[in-house]
């Protein structure tokens, strides 16, 4: 890697909130962005509470969830594993931060404060930096440079393992409240116990960069510096060449990145100083990964030896230990480190790992539909239909002024979906006829309920005397719908589509694929100091002989 520390800094330094995220000379930088509409197009019509009550009940699948040992060909996506969802979590933890509160009025969303740096810094990691957060760093002088971590859970022998909880307090001793809570530069990421293990891998990966990749005297601010540049741009380098490559529509990746990092044409269009987070993006476009949660996951192979069963639920209503993954806060207790290829495609087996296991475990489809246990989040337990997620979206997008999904589809020229796909089932290649699909009964009649639950909506909202639905889709859900009908990896051997396959959702659709191209694209060029402009190429002692540098790659070194 030719690009030193220096080049960057002097050009770059008047980027607001890059460098303070992690060190103390930017003390003149605004660490907070804005959130600000990317699309100049009128609001979509507001619509009374029992319609998105209407809407977010008919999202939730009741599902508990297979054992690992079986697939779930309808509800699993074949092309993205279930790290990637975890993943889109982190990213969206380190570039958002919106603490409205739901039902609030937002007369002008640009006096809403992004308490993320509009940026692929990793500030939730880094925080404010070793100056203003020392108790972030380590402060022993043989740890010089590094992060801190918490204690060491055990991942069942796994080749590639987390190996650590993250920084917590100390736990309560004299019998009151829990005080086990994460010290974090953002609380988020110990919402689950899967999104506290990234958090906490990616911490190892800096503590790793720091003594074995960058070349400065250690202990020294320069080695720091070095460090957390290397770990910044291998870390762009995966959200653009593998998550977004997975996420995206092929076209519109190859159209943004596969020749370096293109020019937007309505992100920089607003003329902006410096960089934003789009509302289109926060509070819709990249809400996608709540539908890609599965209702329980297995963490590693061992995980039976502390009576949890195959998979754990990611929410129970329990606030035993061993209910959930749930956090807040979230320790991560006795053989439940992540072995990160139950996750993760690439990696090597653990020699525990039994062979009849579905692994790495497959993300669920980009589809309109949530699991039940996000009908019920806990931490808004006994608020009725405020603790579903899906509701919650559905408000927040009309709180903040979107547009419809068809009007926005048409303002970038695209032809809008009609009513009668929004509101039915199938893909551009499926029709919905679930009669002919080869799929068990149980699973026929799911797909059944699900296609009566959306004509139900239609014919209430929009064939009916309310019409609030017509022409007036939420942005959240047009997206999640669009996902579905062109989302189609695959055919079978004779070149038709395979039955399966057809049902959609394996990656985004053409809206919501240029919502998030242009939202990162357009970080990653108004930050003067990322991979954007710049011929990075991964670090081979980082890659370490892998096909590509990708998350498992980055993982691989990082828990090495």
Not at 252 to 263: D, L, M, N, S
Not at 302 to 318: D, N, T, W
Not at 371 to 387: N, R, S, W
Request: glycine fraction near 10%; charge should be negative.
């Amino acid at each position: 890697m030719s690009v030193h520390l220096g080049a960057v800094r002097s050009h770059g330094g008047g980027n607001r909130g890059l460098e303070f995220a992690a060190s103390d000379s930017a003390r003149d930088q605004v660490f907070s962005g804005r959130f600000i509409r990317m699309f100049d197009l009128r609001p979509a019509r507001s619509v009374e509470p029992e319609v998105f009550k209407a809407i977010a009940e008919a999202m939730i699948k009741d599902d508990k969830g297979a054992p690992i040992t079986e697939p779930e060909p309808v509800d699993e996506n074949p092309t993205i594993t279930a790290g990637y969802t975890y993943f889109g979590q982190f990213v969206d933890h380190d570039v958002t931060l919106d603490t409205t509160a739901l039902n609030a009025k937002v007369k002008d969303e640009a006096a809403v404060t992004d308490f993320r740096s509009p940026a692929l810094d990793l500030d939730c990691v880094y925080g404010r930096g070793p100056g203003d957060q020392p108790y972030l760093y380590e402060q022993r002088p043989a740890k010089a440079g590094h992060l801190r971590l918490g204690a060491r859970p055990g991942a069942a022998d796994a080749v590639v393992g987390n190996q650590s909880d993250v920084l917590r307090l100390a736990a309560s001793t004299d019998g009151g409240p829990r005080d086990d809570f994460a010290i974090l530069g953002d609380k988020r990421n110990d919402e689950n116990k899967i999104v506290n293990q990234i958090h906490a891998t990616i911490i190892q990966f800096h503590n790793r960069v720091y003594d074995q990749i960058a070349t400065g005297p250690r202990g020294s601010d320069e080695r720091f510096a070095e460090t957390v540049d290397i770990v910044r741009w291998h870390y762009q380098y995966v959200v653009v060449h593998d998550y977004l490559k997975r996420i995206l529509h092929p076209k519109v990746w190859t159209r943004y990145f596969e020749k370096g990092i293109a020019k937007t044409r309505y992100y920089e269009a607003l003329g902006s100083r410096y960089s934003y987070m789009p509302l289109e993006f926060s509070v819709a476009a990249f809400r996608f990964g709540h539908s890609m949660v599965r209702p329980s996951y297995s963490l590693n192979s061992a995980i039976f030896e502390v009576g949890a069963g195959p998979r754990i639920p990611v929410f129970s209503g329990s606030e035993e230990l061993f209910a959930n993954l749930n956090g807040f806060p979230g320790t991560l207790l006795p053989d439940w480190g992540a072995d990160w290829h139950f996750f993760l495609p690439g990696l090597t087996a653990s020699p525990g790992t039994p062979a009849d296991f579905v692994v790495p475990q497959p993300s669920y489809r980009i589809d309109a539909l949530l699991v039940d246990p996000l009908a019920q989040l806990p931490e808004f337990k006994d608020q009725g239909i405020k603790a579903n997620l899906a509701y919650r979206n559905l408000v927040r997008g009309q709180m903040n002024g979107l547009p419809s999904g068809e009007r926005l589809a048409r303002h970038v020229g695209l032809d809008p979906m009609n009513d009668e796909t929004l509101w039915g089932i199938g893909s551009k290649v499926f029709d919905g006829t679930i009669e002919a699909l080869p799929i068990e009964e149980k699973a026929k009649e799911e797909l059944g309920t699900l296609k009566a639950a959306r004509a139900s909506l239609r014919e209430r909202f929009i064939l009916g005397h309310d019409e609030s639905l017509r022409f007036n889709t939420p942005l959240w859900y047009y997206i999640l719908r669009e996902a579905e009908v062109f989302g189609i990896h695959g055919t079978t051997a004779d070149g038709k589509p395979d039955p399966l396959l057809a049902l959609g959702g394996h990656h985004l659709g053409p809206l919501g694929s240029l919502i998030l191209a242009e939202t990162f694209a357009g970080i990653l060029r108004m930050d003067a100091s990322s991979i954007a402009g710049r011929d990075f190429r991964p670090d081979p002692r980082i890659q370490d002989g892998m096909p590509k540098f990708d998350l498992a790659a980055l993982f691989r070194f990082a828990c090495g």
